[in-house]
């Protein structure tokens, strides 16, 4: 490489902004039977249209949902599995597989059959349009019906349940034919019938926690008339347990963060689980999404596993010899395996390969890949391959970062760069390292990337995770300015030109760093600005989330107050850069609006880009392009480089107020809080220790919460 005169920012790129939004066509879980695979596959170029794909025996692929059906479950908001291939029987009695899935516009669950031109309802048709929600299903042991989490929005409050769906189309005219198995939690997860069909195991947990603080595995008897003789397996107040697959009639495995970390666990009907291979490694992924699993048993009694950190690998566990035996791939990344006993499929990818649906043969260690979502990638030469770094934090606390430095085949620079640091969303979630055409679009402009797992990120067992308790907003915050102080302590970054990004809970942590005196500007996706406003508009999922990582309302009021952004405007000096689509019911419009107003007022330069008909996340190309153009016209306006994208106008005063007829919600200022407007802890529904329960989760989802 030779040292070009081009300064950071404008290297000379392949990598555009449209190339970026329609780039990747994004595979999700993938489910094989025999030599039939199947899975989602998210489609950005579609308007963000999910449709479903399924690979036949000789290799063909087929799209076997025409636009505008789109597949998706709106389950917890994020959703996760929203499809089950189902055996059906024809007139002839030979064995065909169609499809069960949930319809992003409707919620209702939907039979393909094979050949059929068009889907047909199983669940009726709400008075209230998608107010019946489904999501993980999975067929019962008789093949007639499939068992699922069922959402009910009914009355402003939100119910769940555990339901069986009958096959044969009558739930979708008659509501009574769909059985009500398990109620009386506020979650579910993870239902999983026994081979022979008598028992069912299931993952349930409570307000305020969330699915990684503590969930119970409960195993019951089924009846006709639904699950008799409950009783919890394993987990707790304090224990994450999940994904419980049967082995046989009378044995589970499990996953559990019992030790630290989710380790594999063995457990019959009664009795003591069985750690199999204790380790300082996550064996499952964070359950962020319903159905995503990350273990599986096979016919010979096998268990096919991921594990490592926030990049998980394969191995192939095997319990007569307690062995661990590792599957050596060129795929860094591994999520969402799926196995019928004999074959194995997941969803794989590394720094420089986009995510692809996989079949990996446990016996030989074979790996062919089944589906692309990229079928032309930039040359390698342009994409940056991460370096893991361990950097000390306040306090001499570890953080851990992907540092992305910036990555040209013709041209290199021993000069200090300017870079960006990546605060993920979540904020318990992880960065990830696969091909992100994000990343590559700045790198390959000589802008350099980190991406920060502050303090609370899944990855590195639960003490890392508990490090945000009661600290969102000051340990993230602290994490992301020390591990940009080591780069430039280091001679790789520029002292001058160091900025902050993060979407959703991301955005409050960039957003709160730009109070010090590290980053010379940040941008904020659909970001947090305050607290208070999100406790009182957020959906029911994470509607106690801000209890752990905050505090109980309302006698952590003046905590709310103090980590909101829009209370911190007087300590902002630097440009702000906000993106907010006007649908998101997650962190709603006013946010955004918000602080463009308030940094208006104090004259601070911003930039509000607003999204019709986007959520949390942008998923139209029109909108990810124009995001993307304006972040890199953004760093260029503030470190001072002439980029390849149209200019961006910074403001210095406040947006016009909205008009009565098309109003967004106007923000309330949080210092006006009246206790009346504060979630009360008694007004939720909570279950009691002595009811057998222990009292309790960016891009498109795809998208970081």
């Not at 025999?34 to 989602?40: A, K, N, S």
């Not at 019962?140 to 402003?156: P, S, Y």
């Not at 010090?516 to 406003?533: E, I, M, W």
């Given at each position: 490489?030779?040292?070009?005169s081009?300064?950071?920012?404008?290297?000379?790129?392949?990598?555009?902004?449209a190339?970026?939004?329609r780039?990747?066509?994004?595979?999700s879980?993938?489910?094989?039977?025999?030599?039939?695979?199947?899975?989602?596959?998210?489609?950005?170029?579609e308007?963000?249209?999910?449709?479903?794909?399924?690979?036949?025996?000789?290799?063909?692929?087929h799209?076997?949902?025409?636009?505008?059906?789109?597949?998706?479950?709106?389950?917890?908001e994020?959703?996760?599995?929203?499809?089950?291939?189902?055996?059906?029987?024809?007139?002839?009695?030979?064995?065909?597989?169609?499809?069960?899935?949930?319809?992003?516009?409707?919620?209702r669950?939907?039979?393909l059959?094979?050949?059929?031109?068009?889907?047909?309802?199983?669940?009726?048709?709400?008075?209230?349009?998608?107010a019946?929600?489904y999501?993980?299903?999975?067929?019962?042991?008789?093949?007639?019906?499939?068992?699922?989490?069922?959402?009910?929005?009914t009355?402003?409050?939100v119910?769940?349940?555990?339901?069986?769906?009958?096959?044969?189309?009558?739930?979708?005219?008659d509501?009574?034919?769909?059985?009500?198995?398990?109620?009386?939690?506020?979650?579910?997860?993870?239902?999983?019938?026994?081979?022979?069909?008598?028992?069912?195991?299931?993952v349930?947990?409570n307000?305020?926690?969330?699915?990684?603080?503590?969930?119970?595995?409960?195993v019951?008897e089924?009846?006709?008339?639904?699950?008799v003789?409950?009783?919890?397996l394993?987990g707790?107040?304090?224990?994450?347990?999940?994904?419980?697959?049967?082995?046989?009639?009378?044995?589970?495995?499990?996953a559990?963060?019992?030790?630290?970390?989710?380790?594999?666990?063995?457990?019959?009907?009664?009795?003591?689980?069985?750690?199999l291979?204790?380790?300082?490694?996550?064996?499952?992924?964070?359950p962020?999404?319903?159905?995503?699993?990350?273990?599986?048993?096979?016919?010979?009694?096998?268990?096919?596993?991921?594990?490592?950190?926030?990049?998980?690998?394969?191995?192939?566990?095997d319990?007569h010899?307690l062995?661990?035996?590792?599957?050596?791939?060129?795929?860094?990344?591994?999520s969402?395996i799926?196995?019928?006993?004999?074959?194995?499929?997941a969803?794989?990818?590394?720094?420089d390969?986009?995510?692809c649906?996989?079949?990996?043969?446990?016996?030989?260690?074979?790996?062919?890949?089944?589906?692309?979502?990229?079928?032309?990638?930039?040359?390698?030469?342009?994409?940056?391959?991460?370096?893991?770094?361990?950097?000390?934090?306040r306090y001499g606390?570890?953080?851990?970062?992907?540092?992305?430095?910036?990555?040209?085949?013709?041209?290199?620079?021993?000069?200090p760069?300017?870079y960006?640091?990546?605060?993920?969303?979540?904020?318990v979630?992880h960065?990830?390292?696969?091909?992100?055409?994000?990343?590559?679009?700045?790198?390959?402009?000589?802008?350099?990337?980190?991406?920060?797992?502050?303090?609370?990120?899944?990855?590195?067992?639960?003490?890392?995770?508990?490090?945000?308790?009661?600290?969102?907003?000051?340990?993230?915050v602290?994490?992301c300015?020390?591990?940009?102080?080591?780069?430039?302590?280091?001679?790789?970054?520029?002292?001058?030109?160091?900025?902050?990004?993060?979407?959703?809970?991301?955005?409050?942590?960039a957003?709160?760093?730009?109070?010090?005196n590290?980053?010379?500007?940040?941008?904020?996706?659909?970001?947090?600005?305050d607290?208070?406003?999100?406790?009182?508009?957020?959906?029911?999922?994470e509607?106690?989330?801000?209890?752990?990582?905050?505090?109980?309302?309302?006698?952590?009021?003046?905590?709310?107050?103090?980590?909101?952004?829009?209370?911190?405007?007087?300590?902002?000096?630097?440009?702000?850069?906000?993106?907010?689509?006007?649908?998101?019911?997650i962190?709603?419009?006013?946010?955004a609006?918000?602080?463009a107003?308030?940094?208006?007022?104090?004259?601070?330069?911003?930039?509000?880009?607003?999204?019709?008909?986007?959520?949390?996340?942008?998923?139209?190309?029109?909108a990810?392009v124009?995001s993307?153009?304006?972040?890199l016209?953004?760093?260029?306006?503030?470190?001072?480089?002439?980029p390849?994208v149209?200019?961006?106008?910074l403001?210095?005063t406040?947006?016009?107020p909205?008009?009565?007829?098309?109003?967004?919600?106007?923000?309330?200022?949080?210092?006006?809080?009246?206790?009346?407007?504060?979630?009360?802890?008694?007004?939720l529904?909570?279950v009691?220790?002595?009811?057998?329960?222990?009292?309790?989760?960016g891009e498109?989802?795809t998208?970081?919460?």
């Amino acid at each position: 490489m030779s040292e070009l005169s081009s300064p950071h920012g404008r290297w000379p790129s392949p990598i555009s902004a449209a190339d970026v939004a329609r780039g990747t066509r994004l595979p999700s879980f993938p489910s094989v039977r025999g030599d039939e695979v199947w899975w989602q596959e998210y489609r950005p170029e579609e308007n963000g249209r999910t449709t479903l794909m399924r690979r036949a025996p000789d290799g063909t692929v087929h799209d076997l949902l025409p636009a505008p059906w789109s597949v998706g479950t709106r389950v917890h908001e994020y959703g996760g599995r929203s499809y089950l291939p189902v055996p059906r029987r024809d007139d002839k009695a030979i064995p065909r597989v169609g499809v069960v899935f949930a319809d992003q516009a409707t919620q209702r669950l939907y039979l393909l059959e094979r050949s059929a031109k068009d889907p047909v309802p199983l669940t009726p048709e709400p008075a209230t349009p998608a107010a019946l929600r489904y999501a993980d299903p999975v067929l019962a042991a008789d093949g007639k019906q499939v068992l699922c989490v069922r959402e009910e929005h009914t009355g402003g409050d939100v119910r769940r349940s555990i339901v069986s769906v009958p096959l044969s189309g009558r739930g979708a005219q008659d509501a009574s034919a769909i059985r009500e198995l398990v109620r009386g939690a506020r979650f579910y997860a993870s239902p999983s019938p026994s081979p022979d069909g008598r028992h069912l195991a299931y993952v349930r947990w409570n307000h305020p926690r969330m699915p990684w603080d503590g969930t119970e595995l409960r195993v019951g008897e089924l009846t006709e008339s639904g699950l008799v003789g409950e009783y919890t397996l394993k987990g707790g107040v304090d224990e994450s347990v999940l994904s419980p697959t049967w082995a046989d009639e009378h044995t589970l495995y499990l996953a559990s963060d019992w030790p630290g970390f989710w380790n594999l666990y063995q457990a019959g009907l009664t009795g003591q689980a069985i750690a199999l291979y204790p380790a300082e490694e996550e064996f499952h992924e964070p359950p962020g999404r319903l159905g995503n699993r990350s273990f599986c048993v096979l016919e010979s009694g096998k268990v096919v596993t991921l594990h490592g950190d926030t990049a998980l690998r394969p191995s192939v566990y095997d319990p007569h010899t307690l062995d661990l035996e590792e599957v050596r791939t060129s795929f860094t990344s591994w999520s969402q395996i799926d196995s019928d006993g004999l074959n194995v499929v997941a969803v794989a990818a590394s720094p420089d390969i986009a995510p692809c649906v996989v079949r990996l043969d446990p016996v030989r260690g074979d790996v062919e890949v089944l589906r692309r979502s990229m079928e032309q990638p930039p040359e390698a030469a342009y994409l940056p391959i991460p370096r893991r770094e361990t950097l000390p934090g306040r306090y001499g606390a570890t953080v851990h970062a992907n540092v992305y430095p910036p990555t040209h085949p013709e041209i290199s620079s021993k000069a200090p760069a300017p870079y960006v640091v990546w605060a993920h969303g979540g904020p318990v979630s992880h960065s990830r390292r696969e091909l992100d055409l994000v990343k590559a679009y700045f790198t390959s402009r000589g802008i350099g990337v980190v991406d920060v797992d502050y303090g609370g990120s899944t990855g590195y067992g639960r003490p890392y995770r508990k490090r945000l308790h009661r600290e969102w907003g000051v340990v993230d915050v602290e994490d992301c300015t020390a591990v940009a102080r080591a780069l430039v302590e280091r001679g790789v970054a520029d002292p001058e030109r160091l900025a902050i990004r993060g979407p959703s809970a991301g955005g409050l942590t960039a957003l709160l760093a730009l109070t010090g005196n590290t980053f010379a500007c940040g941008v904020s996706y659909f970001g947090v600005a305050d607290l208070l406003g999100l406790a009182r508009t957020t959906h029911d999922f994470e509607s106690r989330f801000l209890d752990t990582l905050v505090g109980t309302l309302p006698g952590f009021v003046e905590t709310y107050k103090e980590r909101s952004p829009i209370n911190r405007i007087d300590e902002i000096d630097v440009p702000v850069l906000l993106l907010q689509g006007l649908d998101d019911p997650i962190v709603t419009p006013d946010q955004a609006f918000g602080m463009a107003t308030a940094l208006g007022t104090r004259g601070v330069p911003h930039a509000l880009l607003e999204f019709e008909g986007q959520a949390h996340g942008f998923d139209s190309q029109e909108a990810r392009v124009r995001s993307l153009e304006a972040e890199l016209a953004f760093y260029g306006k503030v470190f001072g480089f002439e980029p390849d994208v149209p200019p961006l106008e910074l403001s210095t005063t406040p947006p016009e107020p909205r008009p009565a007829k098309t109003a967004v919600e106007e923000p309330v200022d949080p210092h006006e809080v009246s206790e009346d407007d504060i979630p009360e802890a008694e007004q939720l529904p909570e279950v009691t220790p002595a009811a057998g329960l222990t009292a309790g989760t960016g891009e498109p989802v795809t998208k970081d919460d």
